[in-house]
């Protein structure tokens, strides 16, 4: 069940999930929650209102305290910053120790955010806390021209970067993270991953080039040079791309999120980023996935080099100062001959450098230089990413959750096949979080990462589903545990293929009933369509029908008047004794399935006269002038003359007439403001236990999606 906040709109801004008090701590207008708990209302400071709205600011959108970090300060209290109406203000809120069930904010702790906070509510931010100290990328200041990487709190003075176009220029953060080089702390880096104005694409169109910045967590800036200004920055281009085949890559410019994949071992994450890109032509999304190795190299190849304003960028080819810039003060740079033991020690020529050359020369190719999923022309923008690696029968999968702004959850794997060759991308569930209406701020949800028994009652429909957390057991769809007792497991991820899997299992779940029942209408001696769409190309269909309740079912006999169509069942000419229930069955890899289910009637001659005979008469039948469309996604419904127009009906004047007259009757009598009787026939008759998208939202699990 989504979570809305007390007033029904939650305005969602920042999120810390605690597992260790079992709580899940959330920012919002005005508000923090803590779930299953209390909340804590966290208004602007008296005046602060007031002022913001003097100053010109929108009172209800933007004049509000929105919680925009939260972080675990320490065993006891959150960091929780907000934008106090244009006004960033910080304090700590004390949750207890683990067990304890307190909430409170201490309003004495109530200090100036600035730096540490943006000052609007939608301002792209990223912010981490590492060890007492706040780590930010934001737009600082009330005009929102100071874009800045801070870091604050803790014992040593706050640094950031200087206010130059050649470090950030208009960016975009998006995220952050500490991600350690190697076991020794000295060389512990915080990366930021934004957008921003390309500099060096030298006005050849793309604009924006997505990068990731970098800075030692031991920083502590320079002496003379970049006094409490960082003195490791550097920043390099994320590329992802898809190659064209005629050598024109299709570029994913725009960050949308970043999500780092940690390993058991801690070390050598990878790092997930969500793109975009639209332009006139395209609008697309993609996944690339980073390899840390890859970043490493680009941090340690050559910095990008101008000569001057007429001079084409280049890799800087002379003498590069030591420590190098970027470096991080260690061990390796505190030698005896030459202690440079912290950068302020670092010469003034170093320093000189790192301001002048912050971009490095090569870009950082994704893994196998393509991305692992692509999107394209969707009806809804691909918002947020989450990944957990899973293990399987066959090998550990990554599976991605990408939150959309139309309320849905993709939950998708992509198989890689090969080293180079193009990923298959696999669509395993689509999660509905909730009524697809406004933008993803309205509330907070949890999905569950498998529903395994979703996947029907049989060993091949378990295993055709490619759930990598999901086998057969025997006996039903569960979740896979590599290490479990039971050693009858069935899965096979990488093929689908249930003969291999289930060739003792029974193959054939002979339920007629498991599809959703649809109802479709057709006249007598009119043509009439079925449309049954398998749901994989190498599928065969079979047709059956049960023309009345106590007949048998029989295989449908195709003739020059009934016709099995790639899309469906075409009836040139339909009689009175065709009606019945209608099961669309495929077969694949020696599994049939039921794919849909369809109640045939047909609506006779005489019939239809005499509906078009009491057209003025009060009680006319409603018949459904929309039908929901299979093709489209679920809930969606097209003008049933639009189908007919598809599969290419003859008359469509006579339909378009028909349906005008006789099936909106249900509108013509509300717009003659005469009561409409209840029965909905707008639903097309669906029933039965069908995977509808509704029902995969029940109890919440583990992942979160806003
Ligand atoms: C945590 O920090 C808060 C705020 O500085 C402080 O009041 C509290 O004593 C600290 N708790 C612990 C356990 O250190
Ligand atoms: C913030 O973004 C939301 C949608 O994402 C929009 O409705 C709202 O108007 C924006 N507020 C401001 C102050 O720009
Ligand atoms: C296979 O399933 C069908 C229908 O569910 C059932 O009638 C049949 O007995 C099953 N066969 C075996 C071997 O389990
Ligand atoms: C509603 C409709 O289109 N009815 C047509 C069905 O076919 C007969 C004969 O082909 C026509 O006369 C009807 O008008």
Redesign the pocket.
């Known amino acids: 069940t989504p979570f809305f906040g007390h007033r029904g709109f939650l305005d969602f801004r920042s999120l810390y999930l605690d597992e260790y008090r079992d709580r899940l701590f959330i920012g919002g207008k005005d508000t923090l929650y803590s779930l299953r708990l209390d909340q804590i209302y966290w208004p602007p400071l008296p005046g602060q209102k007031e002022e913001c709205f003097q100053k010109g600011k929108d009172p209800m959108s933007e004049c509000a305290n929105y919680i925009r970090v939260l972080h675990p300060f320490n065993r006891t209290h959150l960091l929780a910053c907000g934008t106090g109406a244009f006004h960033p203000v910080c304090t700590f809120i004390y949750v207890g120790h683990r067990g304890e069930h307190v909430f409170s904010l201490d309003s004495v702790s109530v200090e100036s955010g600035r730096g540490k906070c943006p000052h609007e509510p939608n301002r792209s931010f990223a912010s981490t806390f590492i060890g007492g100290e706040l780590y930010t990328g934001l737009t600082a200041d009330f005009l929102g021209r100071d874009s800045v990487i801070f870091r604050t709190m803790g014992h040593r003075s706050a640094l950031r970067t200087d206010m130059d176009q050649r470090l950030l220029n208009g960016p975009k953060f998006v995220a952050a993270y500490l991600i350690p080089d190697n076991d020794d702390r000295d060389n512990d880096k915080v990366y930021f991953f934004f957008t921003e104005k390309a500099a060096e694409s030298d006005g050849k169109g793309r604009a924006i080039f997505s990068r990731v910045g970098r800075i030692c967590v031991n920083d502590a800036g320079g002496q003379r040079v970049l006094v409490n200004k960082w003195s490791t920055f550097n920043k390099a281009r994320l590329v992802c791309s898809v190659p064209g085949p005629d050598g024109i890559d299709t570029y994913f410019d725009e960050l949308e999120d970043v999500f780092l994949l940690k390993t058991k071992e801690g070390k050598n994450p990878e790092v997930y980023a969500l793109f975009s890109t639209i332009s006139n032509v395209f609008q697309g999304f993609a996944v690339c996935v980073y390899r840390m190795a890859d970043i490493w190299e680009v941090f340690n190849g050559p910095y990008a080099h101008k000569d001057g304003p007429d001079h084409q960028w280049a890799a800087y080819e002379g003498k590069v100062p030591y420590p190098r810039p970027g470096v991080c003060p260690s061990k390796t740079t505190n030698q005896p001959s030459r202690q440079y033991g912290s950068t302020k020690d670092y010469p003034d020529e170093v320093l000189h450098f790192a301001r002048a050359h912050p971009l490095m020369y090569k870009p950082i190719y994704s893994l196998h230089r393509q991305p692992v999923l692509v999107k394209t022309n969707l009806q809804y923008r691909l918002r947020q990413i989450v990944v957990d690696r899973v293990e399987a029968e066959d090998g550990k999968y990554d599976v991605m959750f990408i939150g959309t702004d139309a309320g849905t959850v993709l939950k998708v794997i992509a198989l890689q096949k090969g080293n180079f060759v193009a990923a298959e991308e696999v669509i395993l569930e689509e999660l509905q979080v909730r009524v697809p209406m406004f933008s993803s701020r309205v509330g907070v949800a949890q999905v569950k990462l498998h529903q395994c028994e979703t996947y029907g009652t049989a060993c091949a429909e378990c295993c055709l589903a490619r759930d990598p957390y999901c086998a057969w057991d025997g006996i039903s769809c569960t979740r896979y545990q590599p290490y479990g007792k039971r050693r009858f497991r069935r899965q096979d991820i990488r093929n689908g293929n249930p003969v291999h899997q289930c060739l003792d299992q029974?193959l054939?779940?002979?339920?007629f009933d498991s599809a959703e029942e649809k109802v479709v209408y057709g006249t007598e001696h009119n043509s009439t369509f079925l449309e049954c769409i398998p749901k994989s190309p190498q599928a065969t269909v079979q047709w059956f029908v049960q023309r009345t309740q106590d007949e048998l079912r029989d295989q449908v006999k195709t003739d020059e008047r009934i016709m099995k169509m790639e899309q469906g069942l075409l009836f040139r000419r339909l009689f009175r004794q065709d009606a019945g229930t209608y099961y669309c069955k495929t077969l694949e890899h020696g599994f049939t399935q039921t794919v849909t289910k369809i109640m045939l009637e047909v609506i006779e001659n005489e019939q239809l006269e005499q509906v078009f005979q009491r057209e003025q008469e009060e009680e006319l039948p409603r018949l459904p002038c929309l039908v929901p469309d299979p093709r489209l996604p679920h809930g969606q419904r097209v003008w049933f003359k639009d189908i007919m127009h598809l599969i290419g009906y003859a008359n469509l004047h006579r339909v378009e007439e028909y349906c005008e007259r006789v099936w909106c009757s249900g509108d013509r009598q509300r717009r003659k403001g005469k009561p409409v009787k209840s029965k909905n026939m707008f639903d097309g008759g669906k029933k039965g236990r069908g995977k509808q998208h509704s029902e995969r939202n029940r109890m919440p699990r583990q992942a979160v999606a806003t």
């Open positions: 029974n054939t779940v002979d339920d």
